[in-house]
């Protein structure tokens, strides 16, 4: 059987401008094959196993033709395997889509486009720029700032004299060329212009001036690719549509532990900061023996450790009837909620494992359920009682250095930060000593205290706290 193939377009950088159905082909895909300008928190999606092939290119570096990269996904797509080439915004704008899906079509395989938006508009946007605006610019134009590598040279003298917007791509290292030679052909030399440097990122610059400044302004402000050059009326209108450079956490990139719930991620999002998502965790579920014959006291250590229980009970075929002595305990908030949404009230409920062990009475009939963290607790200290593993929990996905690079880390309670902290190496943990770490809560705290790596403790568990922390520490 031949896999299929989409060439899906990411955008033009920020993770939630993907389209839905381009999500949904990235999730179901066997491969991908992306390139350099792909935020890597859109990779986050792929499922476990899915094989990542990185055909990034740079100016004047091409480690992987184009030609070889058309051979790799007509190669995977004949070993049966579903692949999406993720291009950066849109794959039909100077995207070299179009040669790709030709030679799809010509081997045989079959393959469907998924638009994305691309820089040449959402990067104007995200500058405060639109391409259109009623009495100043009717049209817009479109062109490739690789002068000498494109194949149809520009019509300069009609891209000076049409009216409207123009929009250069990837064309910083042509700039003084492209004003230069619009000038030449009769553009006004005082037509507004505007340089857009990583549009949509935390890296984004905006620079302003005209057609006959610009290639000086850009370059005193040390401006690099990739960057979009805009030419004509609607520049003025930045100073009124300006909003993403004007969010107060703007310019900052916060590494945040993954989870399905975005509600911190979309906060922040909102605010402007860049979100490094760290990937995601995989479980196991154990299959445990557990005698229902005689009450006990259970622990419940993990939210995993609830889920476990009650598959046991299942497939035990036990009556929750029988169980009306027995005596549960519930450690942590989000424990408590999963023994509470499985329609069950807890006995008692402790903030963490060592409060319980100062408190309650342990006897040879306790039954401590958690994972391995816990059950190396336990008999550390020596603890009675039976401690049976029900589940394990760990980031498999080798973690992007990318974390390395941010400018915080946000981490929401303390299993998100055990499951980070051990999956470093030696070398990676003496790198998070040196990063500002926004933690909510003593608990989570603690944990990066065990490996004696500072972290920033908000003054609330709330939301609201940590924003205010990283606006003060923006300040400093």
């Not at 060439?7 to 033009?12: K, Q, S, T």
């Not at 929009?167 to 060329?177: N, Q, R, T």
């Not at 990583?198 to 690719?225: C, D, N, Y």
């Not at 930045?238 to 590494?255: G, V």
Request: some cysteine; aromatic content about 8%; charged content about 25%.
């Amino acid at each position: 059987m031949i896999g299929q193939i989409a060439l899906v377009g990411a955008g033009l950088g920020d993770p939630e401008l993907l389209t839905v159905k381009g999500l949904r082909k990235i999730e179901q895909a066997d491969v991908i094959v992306y390139d350099r300008l792909i935020n890597p928190a859109i990779l986050n999606a792929c499922k476990a196993g899915c094989e990542q092939i990185y055909v990034g290119k740079r100016p004047n570096y091409h480690p992987v033709p184009q030609e070889k990269i058309q051979e790799i996904m007509i190669q995977k797509a004949q070993q049966g395997l579903n692949v999406v080439r993720l291009k950066s915004g849109d794959p039909y704008v100077f995207g070299r889509g179009g040669e790709e899906g030709a030679s799809l079509r010509e081997a045989g395989i079959s393959f469907e486009v998924i638009p994305g938006i691309t820089s040449s508009i959402g990067g104007l946007a995200y500058a405060g720029i639109p391409i259109t605006h009623r009495n100043l610019a009717a049209s817009f134009h479109v062109y490739t700032g690789h002068l000498n590598s494109s194949e149809q040279e520009i019509d300069w003298l009609t891209a000076a004299k049409v009216e409207g917007t123009l929009v250069f791509l990837m064309g910083m290292s042509s700039l003084k060329e492209i004003t230069e030679q619009l000038i030449k052909h009769g553009k006004d030399k005082n037509t507004p212009a505007a340089i857009i440097q990583w549009a949509s990122r935390k890296q984004q610059k905006t620079v302003e001036g005209t057609l006959e400044t610009i290639f000086e302004k850009a370059h005193a402000a040390g401006l690099q690719p990739p960057c979009l050059i805009v030419i004509g009326e609607t520049v003025r209108r930045r100073s009124d549509l300006n909003f993403f450079e004007e969010r107060p956490l703007f310019s900052i990139s916060i590494a945040i532990p993954f989870t399905k719930k975005k509600k911190m991620a979309s906060r922040l999002t909102d605010l402007g900061a860049e979100i490094i998502e760290l990937p995601p965790s995989s479980q196991q579920i154990f299959d445990g023996e557990i005698n229902f014959t005689n009450p006990r006291q259970v622990i419940f250590t993990d939210r995993l450790s609830v889920e476990m229980f009650i598959r046991t009970m299942k497939m035990n075929k036990t009556d929750w009837r029988k169980l009306a002595d027995w005596q549960f305990v519930t450690v942590g908030h989000h424990t408590r909620t999963g023994l509470e949404e499985a329609g069950i009230q807890m006995d008692a409920d402790f903030t963490d494992l060592a409060d319980y062990l100062q408190e309650l009475p342990i006897t040879s009939d306790t039954l401590f359920l958690g994972d391995s963290l816990m059950k190396d607790t336990l008999e550390s200290q020596n603890i009675a009682g039976e401690m049976l593993l029900s589940h394990d929990e760990k980031i498999i996905i080798e973690i992007p250095d990318l974390w390395q690079t941010g400018d915080f880390m946000y981490f929401p309670n303390s299993k998100a930060a055990r499951l980070f902290l051990t999956a470093l190496n030696e070398e990676e943990v003496t790198t998070a000593k040196q990063k500002k770490i926004i933690v909510m809560g003593q608990k989570t705290k603690g944990v990066f205290d065990q490996y004696q790596i500072p972290v920033i403790q908000t003054a609330e568990p709330s939301y609201e706290s940590v924003v205010e922390k990283l606006k003060e520490e923006m300040k400093r």
